[in-house]
């Protein structure tokens, strides 16, 4: 059992299930000349409550140690914009907005999701901790307050713009070390008939993905629909739509009302129905995701080891959070894998915490033998840019380590 009172439920029945030993935050990204194992480790354990269902990390960072100056922004990448603007149209459709209307999104970054109502005429609000992203914002034109959302933001936002129609949370919920507050200032912010719509990454996704480098410092809760909804309705609210949505290899939309206040519809029973049938609320089902890591490791460190065998250079494609945690869990190094390529010029030039592999501009002219591809999830966007193809009829290789060990080239698909 680990030492800690269920973030959920308070229940102390939190069950080990994945221990991916001592890490560093793996967004606070390092010089690279900085002495090995000099930044801060902190235990990255998964655990399972008994009680309530919910998966969750048992150490927590503080907030404002990870979230005041954040190198990802979400519109580095053309899939995330694309599918933002998909979300707010058919949030717009479905509730029907107009220009008295106020939408808050929470966590909104660099306010790539608010932007995409503009066509609505709406008014909107960013909530963002980090001030390097809410300047970017700001300087958008995206109307950003640069502070936590919780209980005392809620009031703020009611006292200065009135309630919200539409309160929007994507990538950020489980981030929250203040967890009931912030559902309380939702319940609080909303109008009678508001909607609350919450895209987080699906537990079950991960599972059936083997995705467990979703597993990092800044992630305290892992959600399915059924722990999801115990947390909303101990404040009073309700899921009555739930969808899954392909980005991040796997994210559930939530839609989210008073309770009582709208028919709860047939996908909560179907998604319900469904959790019960693969057992998502069950530990052996992470048990068994704990013995499918250790097998995925062994199958990706033999493969790297074979390449620089074989004097075949491998070098990351991209250095997301997630790479982070799956090189520090396999300890896949600077001997693996050479050095990171990346287009975010925040990381450039900084080093994978941990592992410590140097992050550098990624150029034309430059290529190793294979890529690793870290942020697997955008390997079909990746796969379609011409640059690319170009590299892989030159005889490059993306590996792609989840859900499953593959090498991409020209001459097709190879499973590990
Ligand atoms: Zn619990």
Not at 61 to 66: D, F, N, Q, T
Not at 154 to 171: C, H, Q
Request: glycine content about 8%.
């Amino acid at each position: 059992m680990l030492d800690l009172a269920c973030r959920c439920c308070g229940a102390r029945r939190v069950e080990l299930v994945i221990d991916l030993t001592d890490q560093p935050h793996c967004n606070r990204l390092v010089r690279q000349e900085l002495p090995a194992r000099t930044e801060p480790h902190y235990a990255l354990r998964l655990g399972f409550c008994r009680d309530c269902t919910m998966v969750q990390i048992d150490h927590t960072i503080p907030k404002e140690s990870m979230f005041s100056d954040y190198p990802y922004v979400s519109g580095t990448t053309k899939t995330l914009p694309a599918h933002f603007a998909d979300t707010s149209r058919r949030i717009a459709a479905a509730y029907g907005l107009g220009p008295q209307d106020l939408v808050v999104d929470i966590g909104s970054n660099d306010g790539t999701w608010l932007k995409q109502y503009t066509p609505f005429g709406c008014r909107v609000l960013g909530v963002e901790a980090a001030a390097n992203v809410a300047k970017l914002a700001q300087d958008a034109g995206i109307r950003t307050w640069q502070r936590f959302f919780n209980e005392d933001c809620a009031r703020d936002i009611l006292a200065e713009f009135g309630p919200a129609k539409i309160v929007t949370a994507a990538g950020v919920f489980f981030h929250l070390e203040e967890l009931h507050s912030v559902v309380r200032g939702i319940e609080q912010l909303l109008t009678e008939d508001g909607v609350f719509v919450v895209q987080a990454i699906y537990l079950g996704g991960m599972v059936e993905n083997t995705a467990f480098d979703q597993v990092y410092h800044e992630h305290l809760c892992y959600y399915t629909l059924r722990s999801l909804s115990a947390l909303l309705e101990r404040h009073g609210l309700e899921v009555f739509e739930a969808t899954l949505v392909p980005i991040h290899g796997g994210t559930i939309e939530a839609h989210v009302a008073r309770r009582g206040r709208r028919n709860v519809g047939d996908s909560v029973r179907a998604m319900q129905a469904e959790e019960t049938r693969k057992g998502f609320g069950e530990i052996a089902t992470y048990q068994r995701l704990a013995r499918n890591v250790l097998a995925l490791r062994e199958k990706l460190v033999a493969l790297l080891e074979d390449y620089r065998a074989r004097g075949r250079s491998v070098w990351a494609y991209g250095a997301p959070a997630k790479g982070a945690t799956l090189l520090n869990s396999f300890g896949i190094g600077p001997d693996l894998v050479e050095k990171a390529v990346e287009r975010n010029p925040m990381k450039i030039g900084l080093a994978i915490p941990g592992v410590r592999i140097p992050i550098v501009e990624e150029t034309a002219d430059a290529k190793p033998d294979a890529y690793l591809v870290l942020a697997w999830n955008f390997i079909d966007e990746f796969l379609k840019n011409p640059a690319n193809i170009a590299f892989m009829q030159g005889g490059g290789e993306f590996i792609v380590p989840i859900p499953n060990v593959q090498v991409v080239g020209a001459g097709g698909v190879r499973q590990v």
